[in-house]
């Protein structure tokens, strides 16, 4: 079971000791920690960037929590104790309300009623996004991750490629809207439908101006991705970026043996020498 818990925001409840010991726990420099501390205790004035810009405040943390456990009495009854303390301690309250409570299909409608009755939290069957990224419990599809190409597509209601010169939309496009699915490959294989369908969004807006017709492209997308030495503009395809962002978790599995989430995955897919060739599709689950 997933339970993605929503902490209320009511900031002047928390205790400053509890962070001051969380921090410290986290090994942040004395210096550092003493900022932190006088900024969150203290009226904070947000910073102008410019004068007709908007301002920027400060985000510490993220006032959302997942947590994973197996579907039975004895993980409830401790998740519920833990919780308790931990308000107790921080002074945090958990939002009942927004919580939510999401079970595999294995769980049975009997056990799942009486987790949900005892943990007092509703039952989901899409558990929705934490900081922005979709958690999945099932394969990646076109329709999973529409929302990143309707993001793409608003970005160019902004714009107005007729007023732009091609160095202008170029520049754009590899500063805005090639970067707008980086943070998702980081975590996810991105289906290749998705992959084409931003690019062809990115090659219409650099030879076509935004809502005309389609115009013919000058020279072919797998020209402009060769490096600028070669003749190109240095474009990165989005297929072989996400190949390389899971490639660097692979690192990280193989380099970071102890970490708790390298654990998880060790003991779920029995891997013991480092990232397995293939994966029993009975056994894998997507998130």
């Given amino acids: 079971m997933t339970i993605k818990i929503d902490l209320e925001k009511e900031y002047d409840r928390v205790r400053w000791d509890f962070i001051d010991a969380s921090l410290k726990a986290a ?30 405040f400060h985000v510490f943390f993220a006032d959302d929590l997942v947590i994973f456990g197996k579907a039975n009495l004895s993980q409830g009854r401790l998740i519920n104790e833990i919780l308790d303390e931990f308000c107790s301690i921080s002074g945090h309250r958990v939002n ?31 558990i929705g996004k934490y900081l922005g990224v979709p958690l999945f419990h099932e394969r990646v599809t076109l329709s999973s991750l529409r929302f990143v190409v309707e993001k793409s597509k608003s970005r160019l209601q902004r714009w107005d490629a007729r007023q732009l010169s091609l160095v202008g939309r170029v520049t754009l496009a590899q500063s805005v809207l ?17 992959c084409d369908e931003i690019e062809s969004i990115v090659r219409q807006f650099i030879w076509g101006p935004v809502g005309g017709s389609k115009k013919m492209a000058l ?49 779920k897919y029995r891997m013991k020498d480092g990232v397995p060739p293939c994966i029993s599709r009975r056994n894998y689950f997507f998130l």
């Fill in 27 to 56: 090994s942040i420099p004395d210096f550092l920690r003493n900022v932190i501390m006088s900024a969150i205790t203290s009226q904070w004035s947000p910073i102008w960037l410019f004068r007709s810009g908007s301002s920027l």
């Fill in 96 to 126: 009942a309300h927004n919580t939510s409570i999401f079970f595999s299909k294995g769980v049975g409608e009997d056990l799942a009623g009486i987790i949900c009755n005892l943990l007092r939290f509703r039952r989901v069957h899409n």
């Fill in 178 to 194: 090639l970067t707008i699915p980086s943070y998702f490959m980081q975590s996810m294989m991105i289906p290749q439908g998705t």
């Fill in 219 to 267: 020279i072919s997308w797998n020209s402009l991705c060769q490096p600028n030495f070669c003749g190109g503009l240095g474009f990165r395809q989005l297929k072989d970026q996400n190949t390389s962002f899971l490639l660097k978790l692979g690192f990280n599995i193989l380099a970071n043996s102890e970490a708790l989430w390298v654990r998880v995955l060790q003991s």
